[in-house]
C-alpha cells in the first residue's frame, strides 16, 4: 500500500476518517497490523513518519534514537518496531507504509544484488543507492557498522604483534578460525584471507560457541560481528582489514522519498555521531544494564548533544 501525507492542518480535520481505516486495518493479516505488547508502537497517524526496526536489539535502539530525534525536532512519528527480517519489512519499506528504517549497507546491498563485487564503505554506499527500489532514499551511512571481523584476544594479538589481518601469516604453527558453519564459504572466508593476505588459516564451525571458543584458545580467530556487546566486555579485539576483503556493512537509514527532505537534517546529525564504538556501547546498555531501547536513546542522545 502507498503510504499518504497529509498536511497537519488537513490531518487535523481528518481523525474520524482515520479512525474508521485503522480499525478496517486491524482485520489485515499484515504483520505490521498485528497487535503488541509493546507500549512503544504508538498509534496510527497518516502524518506520522512510520519507523520500523528489525526484531533485533541493536537495530530497535537505533530506530528509538531515530524517532526521538525526530520527536525532539516537532516532527510526528509512530513506530512500528521488531517486525522481523529483510524479507518481512522490505516489501513494506518499498511499498511506503514504512518511511524511515535503520539498515546495514552491505547486507541490504547483497538482498538487492547478490552479484555485487563491491566491499569498501563508500563503493558499497554508492552500489546500494543504484540498486534501492523507485521512491526509497539512503541518507548518510555512519561509521557505526555491524559486520563481519577477524578478530582475537588481545593477549594473542600482543603476543604475535598483530595488527592487521595480514599479520595473521607471521604466526607460526595452526591458526584456526571459527564461526558459522557457512563462514567458511563466505567471499571473505578462509580462502580469501590465504589469497588477499597470504593468511594459512585452518577452519572449525564454532556456530553459536564462537566466542567461548576464543576466550577458551580452542579457535585463535573468531568471526564476530563488530557491534558485538563482547568487544567492550572481553579483552578482545577486530584485526583491521586494509583491502577491504570484509563486505562493509554501516548503519544507513533508508527513507521514503517522500519525507526525505523533512527529516534528512535530524537524521543525518545521527548517522555524523554513530560510530561503531558508540553502537556497541548502546548495545551493552541493552544486553549487560538491561535497559529499554527508549532510556538508552534517551541518554545517547542527550550526551551527543542531539536533544
Not at 502507498?2 to 486495518?25: D, F, M, N
Not at 509512530?78 to 528504517?101: C, H, N, T
Not at 560510530?275 to 538508552?296: Q, R, W, Y
Request: negative net charge; aromatic residues 6%; proline residues 5%.
Amino acid at each position: 500500500m502507498s503510504h499518504a501525507r497529509l498536511p497537519r492542518t488537513v490531518a487535523a480535520a481528518t481523525g474520524a476518517i482515520a479512525v474508521a481505516l485503522a480499525l478496517t486495518a486491524c482485520g489485515s493479516s499484515n504483520p505490521l497490523d498485528e497487535p503488541t505488547d509493546d507500549a512503544s508502537q504508538g498509534t496510527s497517524s497518516s502524518d506520522a513518519v512510520v519507523i520500523g526496526s528489525q526484531a533485533y536489539y541493536s537495530n530497535e535502539i537505533v530506530a528509538e534514537i531515530y524517532a526521538q530525534a525526530l520527536e525532539n525536532a516537532d516532527i510526528e512519528v509512530e513506530r512500528k518496531f521488531a517486525i522481523g527480517q529483510r524479507d518481512a519489512y522490505m516489501p513494506e519499506v518499498e511499498s511506503g507504509a514504512i518511511d524511515l528504517f535503520p539498515e546495514y549497507t552491505g547486507n541490504l546491498l547483497e538482498y538487492l544484488d547478490d552479484s555485487t563485487d563491491a566491499t569498501s564503505p563508500d563503493d558499497v554506499y554508492d552500489a546500494l543507492t543504484g540498486v534501492l527500489p523507485e521512491g526509497l532514499v539512503a541518507l548518510d551511512y555512519a561509521d557505526a557498522s555491524d559486520q563481519d571481523t577477524y578478530t582475537v584476544t588481545k593477549a594473542y594479538a600482543q603476543e604475535h604483534s598483530l595488527t592487521t589481518i595480514a599479520d595473521l601469516a607471521k604466526v607460526e604453527g595452526t591458526v584456526t578460525v571459527g564461526a558459522a558453519p557457512e563462514f567458511e564459504q563466505r567471499p571473505y572466508g578462509p580462502a580469501a584471507a590465504k589469497e588477499v593476505y597470504g593468511a594459512e588459516l585452518a577452519f572449525s564451525a564454532t556456530g553459536p560457541t564462537t566466542l567461548e571458543s576464543l576466550l577458551a584458545g580452542t579457535i585463535q580467530v573468531a568471526d564476530i560481528y563488530s557491534a558485538d556487546p563482547a568487544f567492550q566486555t572481553e579483552d578482545i579485539v577486530a584485526l583491521e582489514d586494509p583491502e577491504n576483503m570484509i563486505l562493509s556493512s554501516n548503519v544507513v537509514p533508508i527513507a521514503s522519498a517522500d519525507v526525505a527532505d523533512e527529516i534528512s537534517e535530524v537524521i543525518n546529525a545521527i548517522s555524523a555521531k554513530l560510530t561503531t564504538d558508540e553502537l556497541v556501547g548502546l548495545n551493552v546498555k541493552s544486553t549487560v544494564d538491561k535497559l529499554e531501547p527508549a532510556a538508552i536513546a534517551t541518554e545517547w542522545l542527550k550526551a551527543q548533544g542531539l536533544i
